[in-house]
Structure formats: structure tokens, C-alpha cells
């Protein structure tokens, strides 16, 4: 950041102190030569390329960062400056906050259903409030309704660079991404297992000594280093990768990372194959029991038809029997059989002759009608047989119907489970590709993490006292650093407070103070707002099994904004 003449011998010696500082600083700032000759005094500023010209495709993760002073956008990748243009914020009372957002969403015809349907080309929202990045007229001074207006060509090339989840910084003082490393800043697992093993094996072993040795005149009780004799062989790489491995383990290399999501999804996958082969084998069970039940409980309706009569028939042979043994036992106690029942015995052996004894009528008739009713009890019983297997089959058929039902029901909600499954295992997959974003709110004593948009967790986190304000600052990894087991940082300090500036103080000596200091101060307010939380182990460990490049850290002194940080956002942190 370059400073103005007039600020010329207006620091405070304290200040000149701290600028003076920038050497030791420097440290921070990875590859940046400090440039004598620059007018920061601080840091060497990469060469800015062309207004609007882009020189090639990102080979990295995007960082916007829009001006309201400068008017100005600039777009940076790893490597530096990609492209910039000029801008128009909005206009007095119309002001476009500044702070930490991201592209939330991105439409080539848009309109704002704000302010009468005004035309939108190439938005790139960044609140869901209205705020967004979109073309249209450009005057050179600060016009917009609160949007950051872009040249159409410009916005136009914009818009095929990002992507949703881009980071946008809005700040008034114009900032640049600082190449920037501490052992604060998270790490992402190793790469595979031979660099997970080396870096176990960084330091020498140590073992106890047993001074009783013969030849161990050593009275020192202290270990002694060795010589590592076991080395990272591919046999042993071998050993390690076939090794059981237990699905609900966490893992230790980004190579096990991507594997374990791997896993997850073919068993999604097989799953889904078995439920839908069981659904499919449980529909053509359920088709033939109801076949077969249906033939049964026709079957069933015939016997249960038929059997009625030959019930009906033994009904009524034996109470003819009844009658005639009670016509029998009347005669024989001396008592008088009804005559009707008498009648109709005589009338029933018509070989009898009238005078003979009816004692003789009423034995023959009894017996008669006695083989009448075994006869209709037989025909019965093999009725009633025949009846029951029918009835015990139409039962069988009817459970095993009910049974496929049940199976059926069962296949169906097996279907539906292992489909969930495959959506969240394909849902994590798509994650997995995605960076994090973790913010840590100083003020309130909470980390956030989101991935994609969607929350994953919140935790309180333990936070030393701060004696002054820290800003706001958002640390990137780019990409992969030198050793693959580390990340290139960037630092975009969105807002930095003075020097052992209160939380009660304004902001009037800002912009004179912080451009007399200009990297100097941000690094050493990034460093300050790092050195003021810890992270739980278990969450540290979260973070570094889901880190990837694109990946951001946001510490601030300020909470965070619900109204702005809903579902379907990253984070919005803002700083005016």
C-alpha cells in the first residue's frame, strides 16, 4: 500500500518504531522481498498487470478484493495479480458494506426485483440482503444503489474466472494478499503414507541404555540416540496399505482420505444394489403369494360352499335319530310316544303289519335311522377333511401372502435407506472437493466451520483477553506449498485497527496511520488475532482431515452478522 507525501513526518515515533520493525515482520510473508526502494518501505508490491487484461487462466483459488476508495477491483491467484478494473460502489447512503464475503450466486441475465427490475448482467451476488458484483455504468466516482458495478467487458471476463464460493474482501483502503506462514494456521493431512512415515521419522529414535552393559561404561541414566536402522521400504508401504482397515476410522493421509469416501460410496453403491435386487425379488414374491392366494381362496369358497348341505343333512339325521331314540325310550318306561311320531314310524316300514307290536316298530325304526346318521357322519368327516386342507391351505397362502407384504414394506424401506445413504455418500464426495471456511469470532469466543455453505459445526474455543481491537483477517491456502504437507497462505487483512487501538475508539486516524504502516501493521494485527485462540484438539484435527486448497481461516474481532449468515452462505463478516 503506497503512502501519500503529506503523511511525510507525521508518524509518531512509536509508529515509525513499529514501521521500522517490517524486517523482523518479514518473516511472515514468505517469497516477498522487502524492496528499499519501495514506498511503503515494507514489502516489494507485485507488478499489476493492464486494466482488464487477464494473463491466464487461475491456477488457484480466487481472491477479489474491491476498493471503495480506490474505486478499484483486483483479482489475485497464487502467483499474484491476475486482472483488476475500475468500479463504481454505491453512493452516499447507499454504501456498500465492506468486510469478508463470498459469491453466493452467479446469473448471466439478472434483475433486481429491488429497484424496478433494473437490469443485473453477469451478477455475482454476495449477500442475499442485494449486494452484488454485476455490469453497468461505470462514471468513474461512486453511483451505485450499494452493488459494485463493473465494466460490462470486464464483468463479462469476471464471470468466467470465478466460481461459487469465491472469496470477496470489500475494504475502503486498497489491500493485496500477503504471502504469510505461521504455526497457528492449520495444516492439511499428509499426502499419502511414505511422507506420513517420514514425517514420523523427522526425529531420531531414542532408547533406553542398560548401564549394567559390559561394555557400556556410561554412568548416565539419560537415553541415548541411535542410529534408525527401519527405513521407508515399498515393502513396508505395501505392509501398511494392506493392513485391515476399520470403515469408521479416521484417517491419517489425504490418500486414506479419499479412500475412505471411496469405500463409503461403493458400499453405498452395493447397498443400493442389494435393496433394489431384494425390492425386486420382494414385488415378484408378493405377485405369486397373491396369485396362489387368490387360486386357494377360490378353492376355499367352493369347499366352504359344499360342506354346508352335507352339515345341514347330518343335522338333521341325527335329530331324527334323537327322536327316534326318544320315542323308543317314551314306549319302553310306559309312557306314550307323540303320535305323530309314531305315525310317521309306521308310515316309514310299510312291510309291517298293522297289528304288530310297536314295541318291534319303534325298535326297527330307531335302528334305521341310527345307520342313516352314521351314514351321514361318515359322509361328513370326509367332508370335513377334505374341507380343512383346503382351509389349512387357504391359511398358508394368506400368511405367506401377508408375510411378502411385510417384506415387501421392509425392501421398500431398505430401498429408501440405502438411496439416503448413496445421496449423503455421494453428497460428502462432492465435499470432499470442496475447501472449508473456519471463522473464529475473538469477541464471541466461537469457531465456525462451513463447507460448501453448509454448517458443520460451531464450538465455543478458548480466548486469551484482548487488550485492544485485532481487525478482521482472512487467511487463504492457495495451493500446496513446497512440502506437500503444508499449504502457500495469503493474508487479506479486510479491516486493521491501530496499534493498541480500544474497542471504544473510532476510526478517524485510521487511514493516516495505516498507510504509514502499511504491511507492516497488517501482519502484525493477523499475527496478534492468531496468538489470541486455541483450537480444540479434536476440532484441529476435523479441520486438518477436510482442508484442501481454497481453504480459509477468517479471525475477527467483531461477531458475526446472523441476518447475513443464513442457509445458503459462507460466512459474511462485515466491518462497516
Given at each position: 500500500?503506497?503512502?501519500?507525501n ?180 492449520f ?58 482397515r ?18 463409503k ?31 386357494t ?10 360342506v ?12 331324527r ?29 310299510s ?7 310297536r ?92 463447507q460448501?455453505?453448509d ?41 486493521t ?29 493477523a ?50
Open positions: 500500500m503506497r503512502r501519500s503529506k503523511f511525510k513526518g507525521r508518524v509518531s515515533p512509536a509508529l515509525r518504531s513499529i514501521a521500522t520493525s517490517a524486517l523482523v515482520l518479514s518473516m511472515f510473508v514468505g517469497p516477498s522481498a522487502v524492496d528499499a526502494k519501495s514506498r511503503s518501505g515494507v514489502l516489494k508490491s507485485l507488478k499489476a498487470p493492464v486494466e482488464g487484461a487477464t494473463n491466464a487462466a487461475p491456477t488457484s483459488p480466487l481472491l477479489l478484493v474491491v476498493s471503495i476508495n480506490q474505486q478499484k477491483i483486483r483479482v489475485y491467484d497464487a502467483n499474484g495479480e491476475i486482472t483488476s478494473s475500475r468500479v463504481s460502489t454505491g453512493r452516499p447512503g447507499f454504501d456498500t458494506p465492506t468486510g469478508v464475503f463470498s459469491i453466493l450466486e452467479k446469473n448471466v441475465y439478472h434483475t433486481s426485483n429491488i429497484y424496478s427490475g433494473a437490469s443485473m448482467p453477469y451478477q455475482e451476488r454476495i449477500t442475499w440482503s442485494g449486494v452484488a458484483l454485476h455490469a453497468g455504468v461505470v462514471p468513474g466516482f461512486r453511483a451505485s444503489h450499494g452493488c459494485v458495478r463493473l465494466p460490462f467487458a470486464f464483468s463479462k471476463k469476471l464471470y468466467g474466472l470465478t466460481k461459487i464460493g469465491s472469496r470477496v474482501v470489500v475494504t475502503t483502503e486498497e489491500v493485496e494478499p500477503i504471502a504469510f506462514d505461521s504455526p497457528k494456521l495444516k492439511p493431512l499428509p499426502a499419502d503414507e511414505v511422507s506420513a512415515l517420514k514425517s514420523n521419522q523427522s526425529k531420531p529414535a531414542l532408547i533406553a541404555v542398560n548401564s549394567n552393559l559390559a561394555d557400556d561404561r556410561s554412568t548416565s541414566d539419560a537415553p541415548q540416540e541411535l542410529p534408525l536402522f527401519i527405513g521407508v521400504s515399498p515393502a513396508l508401504v505395501r505392509a501398511v496399505a494392506d493392513m485391515p476399520d470403515p469408521q476410522r479416521r484417517p491419517t493421509t489425504r490418500a486414506e482420505a479419499d479412500q475412505i469416501i471411496q469405500e460410496l461403493d458400499r453405498a453403491r452395493a447397498s443400493l444394489k442389494t435393496a433394489q435386487a431384494t425390492l425386486t425379488a420382494a414385488q415378484e414374491k408378493v405377485a405369486v403369494t397373491a396369485k396362489d392366494f387368490d387360486s381362496n377360490q378353492r376355499y369358497e367352493v369347499a366352504r360352499r359344499s354346508a348341505p352335507i352339515r345341514e343333512a347330518l343335522a338333521a339325521a341325527e335329530a335319530q334323537l327322536d327316534a331314540m326318544k320315542a323308543f325310550e317314551a314306549y319302553m318306561s310306559g309312557g306314550a310316544p307323540k303320535p305323530q311320531l309314531v305315525a310317521d314310524l309306521r308310515s316309514s316300514d312291510d309291517t303289519d298293522s297289528a304288530q307290536d314295541e318291534s316298530v319303534l325298535e326297527n325304526a330307531l335302528l334305521d335311522l341310527t345307520i342313516e346318521a352314521d351314514r351321514a357322519r361318515a359322509q361328513a368327516a370326509q367332508t370335513e377333511m377334505s374341507f380343512a386342507e383346503v382351509q389349512a391351505a387357504y391359511s398358508a397362502a394368506q400368511t405367506a401372502r401377508d408375510r411378502a407384504a411385510e417384506a415387501l414394506r421392509d425392501a421398500q424401506t431398505d430401498l429408501s435407506s440405502a438411496q439416503a445413504s448413496l445421496t449423503d455418500a455421494n453428497k460428502e464426495m462432492r465435499l470432499r472437493s470442496k475447501p472449508i471456511s473456519v471463522l473464529v469470532s475473538l469477541r464471541a469466543q466461537r469457531l465456525y466451520i462451513r460448501g455453505f454448517p458443520l459445526l460451531e464450538a465455543p474455543i478458548e480466548v486469551a483477553p484482548l487488550p485492544h481491537k485485532v481487525g478482521t483477517h482472512v487467511f487463504t491456502a492457495m495451493r500446496y506449498g513446497s512440502d506437500p504437507n503444508t499449504f502457500d497462505w495469503r493474508l487479506v487483512s479486510a479491516q485497527p491501530l496499534p493498541g487501538q480500544s474497542f471504544d475508539e473510532g476510526k478517524k486516524k485510521r487511514a493516516r496511520t495505516a498507510l504509514a504502516l502499511g504491511r507492516a501493521l497488517n501482519v502484525q494485527m499475527t496478534e488475532a492468531l496468538n489470541a485462540f486455541t483450537i480444540p484438539d479434536d476440532i484441529l484435527q476435523t479441520i486438518t482431515e477436510l482442508a484442501r486448497p481454497g481453504s480459509s481461516l477468517i479471525v475477527s474481532d467483531r461477531e458475526l452478522p446472523l441476518n447475513e449468515n443464513g442457509g445458503g452462505t459462507e460466512f459474511v463478516v462485515l466491518t462497516r
